[in-house]
């Protein structure tokens, strides 16, 4: 079964990087004292909104090392770790996007095949947020993480692993 042509492979992989920036790769819905929180984690932010608040002081944006120091001493810190290494795999992904994007002939002129590479980036990176994940819910924080742009990281990496790129 044929998933993608091989012609349109490249495309196929930079717009699949360029998709997962927008996609969450984690939301969760958590219940504290006082009331609900809700995570979305996309991979470079958490948008933290916490109900019943106004909007604008109930909304907390943080960068994953910003996070991490958030969290620091409590047992959850080490899932926020494992989301900056997923968010330094996606940052090299996402890079070598725009250089694919922006020089393809020349990347493909390359020893290695770009679509494996950004398929292999992809999927690392969803294999990290997995672990992110399933830290998340094992460190005793209330909720239930939905790993939903995990399942995408891993789909596109595994697609654009599996591409026929013999022409």
Do not use: C, H, K
Not at 48 to 55: D, E, I, L, M, N
């Amino acid at each position: 079964m044929v998933w993608v042509r091989s012609e349109y492979a490249g495309e196929l992989a930079v717009l699949s990087t360029w998709l997962s920036a927008f996609i969450p790769w984690n939301v969760m819905l958590s219940s504290v004292a006082g009331g609900s929180v809700l995570f979305v984690r996309f991979p470079f932010v958490q948008v933290r909104y916490a109900y019943g608040v106004p909007f604008a002081e109930g909304t907390v944006i943080l960068d994953p090392l910003s996070a991490i120091s958030f969290q620091a001493g409590n047992s959850i810190a080490v899932a926020y770790q494992a989301w900056a290494v997923g968010a330094g795999v996606f940052a090299l992904a996402l890079v070598f996007s725009v250089v694919y994007y922006l020089a393809e002939e020349r990347v493909e002129a390359l020893p290695v095949d770009p679509v494996r590479v950004v398929g292999a980036l992809l999927g690392v990176t969803g294999v990290v947020l997995a672990a992110a994940t399933f830290l998340l819910f094992t460190r005793g924080f209330p909720g239930v993480p939905i790993p939903l742009g995990v399942v995408f990281f891993l789909l596109f990496g595994g697609v654009l692993l599996t591409i026929d790129r013999t022409d």
